[in-house]
């Protein structure tokens, strides 16, 4: 069953429902997440390192998932790879702008970074050996190597506690793990419902316009689903934990690609459009070029900088735009 109309207002409508759902949802699964996690003892800097990062990729993850079981490979890659370039050039372009400077620490760009900048290429260069192909073998490549950067994470998590440094660690939620159970399954819901409202009303606008789904997915889905980063983003600038902002972009780009994309290619292999492959992954290996020779400049991201970044998602809205209409 379809969730979208035939009319193109209600599709709107419903497709800002959907973005609704999908966030607030993605909101009690990380709350519910974390209590729970709490309970059972699991130390705060790994809760921050996976849940942060993963949850604020949720919405990708429900978007994403269920487009790929519904076969449409065209939103899965323009959702996840226009969601990297905006968290980069708009989100992180929009946090260093507003403070006029970002330190980057060096563990972060020599580890995290790099890694996330070795992600894109190698999802590019998946891409191109399989000629627009992401086959199961290459979803589970990607899969195996996010196991690998999380055991890493999980076992270098006491050098890694400078990232938590001056937070403070507000009371749950959740005071009760039952509750955080019962809103953990309200949440996973809420992502599914969301991600199927979006996808369905994506689907039914770009066969009305015979518009490219995965150029809408690049764009307008792309945006609705890094609202929890910027979300996130813009609350640590408010409370002065640049790090945790810098950190939380870098990690959700490689959950990404790694996690998200290389489970939807096992589930349903692939298809990158040859536009895809010509612009938009470049842009985005561009996005994650820029970001790591920026950051090692100084160990620091600067307002030139941040300005760059916006620039580069200007010109990625109009070239979309232009290919659309």
Not at 57 to 62: A, C, I
Not at 143 to 149: A, E, I, S
Request: hydrophobic residues 55%; contains cysteine.
């Amino acid at each position: 069953m379809s969730f979208a109309s035939g009319f193109f207002l209600l599709n709107v409508m419903l497709f800002l429902f959907g973005l609704l759902l999908l966030v607030k949802g993605s909101d009690f699964f990380v709350e519910a997440a974390s209590r729970i996690a709490r309970n059972y003892k699991i130390p705060e800097i790994v809760i921050g390192l996976t849940l942060v990062s993963i949850g604020t990729s949720l919405p990708e993850f429900g978007t994403d998932v269920y487009a790929s079981i519904k076969g449409q490979s065209g939103i899965v890659v323009g959702d996840l790879v226009g969601s990297n370039i905006t968290n980069i050039s708009l989100v992180l372009g929009v946090a260093v702008v507003l403070l006029g400077s970002m330190p980057s620490p060096r563990a972060v760009v020599k580890r995290d970074a790099t890694f996330m900048l070795g992600v894109f290429f190698v999802v590019a260069a998946l891409g191109f050996a399989g000629n627009g192909r992401l086959g199961r073998t290459g979803g589970g490549i990607m899969l195996l190597l996010m196991t690998g950067y999380l055991f890493y994470l999980f076992k270098h998590r006491d050098s890694l506690a400078e990232l938590e440094e001056g937070e403070v660690h507000h009371p749950p939620a959740f005071h009760s793990v039952s509750v955080a159970w019962l809103f953990l399954a309200v949440g996973t819901v809420m992502i599914f419902s969301g991600a199927k409202t979006m996808v369905d009303n994506v689907v039914a606008v770009a066969e009305r316009f015979q518009v490219s789904p995965g150029l809408i997915a690049a764009t307008i889905v792309a945006f609705g689903t890094s609202v929890p980063e910027l979300a996130v983003t813009v609350t640590s600038i408010r409370k002065r934990k640049n790090g945790i902002a810098l950190g939380n972009i870098i990690g959700s780009c490689t959950f990404n690609l790694l996690l998200i994309m290389g489970l939807c290619a096992v589930i349903s292999p692939l298809r990158i459009e040859p536009g895809f492959q010509k612009v938009i992954i470049p842009v985005m290996l561009l996005c994650g070029t820029m970001l790591v020779v920026f950051m090692r400049t100084g160990w620091r991201l600067v307002k030139t900088e941040g300005i760059a970044f916006l620039l580069l998602y200007l010109a990625y809205l109009a070239y979309n735009c232009y290919a659309m209409f």
